[in-house]
Nanobody, 128 residues
């Protein structure tokens, strides 16, 4: 079964940090660009960050730039999202998405149409 599984979400105080993981099973992530998206309650899903299949290229939404860092370990078939200086407005379900490498431009423009696989999401709650 081909799937992406996110983990690492939870409750954190404002200013705190979390690291999300996106692990693939049933396929290798080496040939896929990976994106992180999020959906806050009552809002549409939005793009957060993306990384190329090699890890050499990344992109961030303006509202997380300087606070979040995306990385990948292809040997572990896993992509990470390090989230620092978290704010209450970062509260959302975070999803990872995989798209074949040739779709990198669209994925990093946070266009969802070309995504090949979606995870089920992990909830991040930032609250005191």
């Amino acid at each position: 079964q081909l799937q992406l599984v996110e983990s690492g979400g939870g409750l954190v105080q404002p200013g705190g940090s979390l690291r999300l993981s996106c692990a693939a099973s049933g396929f290798t992530l080496n040939n896929y660009a990976i994106g992180w998206f999020r959906q806050a309650p009552g809002k549409e899903r939005e793009g957060v960050s993306c990384i190329s299949s090699s890890g050499s290229g990344t992109n961030y939404a303006a509202f997380v730039k300087g606070r979040f860092t995306i990385s990948r370990d292809n040997a572990k078939n896993t992509v990470y999202l390090q989230m620092n200086s978290l704010k209450p407005e970062d509260t959302a379900v975070y999803y990872c998405a995989a798209a074949t490498a040739r779709k990198l431009i669209n994925l990093c423009a946070f266009v969802e149409g070309g995504v090949d696989y979606w995870g089920k999401g992990t909830l991040v709650t930032v609250s005191s």
